[in-house]
């Protein structure tokens, strides 16, 4: 499987930026989608966004507008950008890495975890 690491999250003030990235290791195929989810306490992980192989991307209706996700081909390398961030955004944030062209935003499709960052929003 390929191992995924993450960096960034932490504290912000309410409606402040957080950047994560998550790097990936150990791909040997030629798809990949690359993905973010989140899961507050007391809830289901939930889909954030997605990078597609192909380069489409998907988010959820929540954070369109705010988040914008991008990727590194050459580095197998994504990046979420959130900004704006809200109290209902606060959760742990989780990479997840899929060997296939196109992925459903979806946590039970991902083979791949990072090791998750908690994001916390202080209003």
């Known amino acids: 499987q390929v191992e995924l690491v993450q960096s960034g999250g932490g504290s912000v003030e309410a409606g402040g930026s957080l950047r994560l990235s998550c790097a990936a290791s150990g791909f040997t195929g030629s798809k990949l989608c690359m993905g973010w989810f989140r899961q507050a306490p007391g809830k289901e992980r939930e889909g954030v966004a997605l990078?597609?192989?192909?380069?489409?991307?998907t988010y959820v209706d929540s954070v369109k507008g705010r988040f914008t996700i991008s990727k590194d081909n050459a580095k197998y390398t994504s990046h979420l950008e959130m900004n704006s961030l809200k109290p209902e955004g606060t959760g742990m944030y989780f990479c997840?890495?899929?060997?296939?062209?196109?992925?459903?935003?979806?946590?039970?499709?991902?083979?791949?975890w990072s090791q998750g960052t908690q994001v916390t929003d202080s209003s």
């Open positions: 990078i597609h192989s192909t380069g489409e991307i």
């Open positions: 997840a890495a899929q060997g296939k062209l196109y992925c459903p935003l979806r946590p039970d499709t991902s083979d791949s």
